[in-house]
């Protein structure tokens, strides 16, 4: 069995910053990319970034500047520093990554952030 858990989300002010991480544990064989989606109230859940198995990042236009994604093998986690926040970046922020092989796809319960003054 492998868990995603999410951790870092919260309320915090237009400008302020939240710092998310999420661990991967249990049978962990091989992890290849690790993501992060978000899904606000009403709208389809979108990629906002990822961190391949080599470190390389790749972001949406959305969060390009503001957030960085950065990953710790060593401990099967990846993060999402996230700053300047807006209100629209307000939503659920949810894990993904790809196990295994052959690699199967895996998601975390998901964490709230919510920017709102």
């Known amino acids: 069995q492998v868990q995603l858990v999410e951790s870092g989300g919260g309320l915090v002010q237009p400008g302020g910053s939240l710092r998310l991480s999420c661990a991967a544990s249990?049978?962990?064989?091989?992890?290849?990319?690790m993501s992060w989606y978000r899904q606000a109230p009403g709208k389809q859940r979108e990629l906002v970034a990822t961190?391949?198995?080599?470190?390389?990042?790749l972001y949406a236009d959305s969060v390009k500047g503001r957030f960085t994604g950065s990953r710790d093998s060593a401990k099967n986690t990846v993060y999402l520093q996230m700053n300047s926040l807006k209100p629209e970046d307000t939503a659920v922020y949810y894990c993904?990554?790809?196990?295994?092989?052959?690699?199967?796809?895996?998601w975390g319960q998901g964490t709230q952030v919510t920017v709102s003054s």
């Open positions: 993904n990554a790809w196990i295994g092989v052959p690699a199967a796809s895996y």
């Open positions: 249990g049978s962990i064989f091989r992890i290849n990319a």
């Open positions: 961190i391949t198995s080599g470190g390389s990042t």
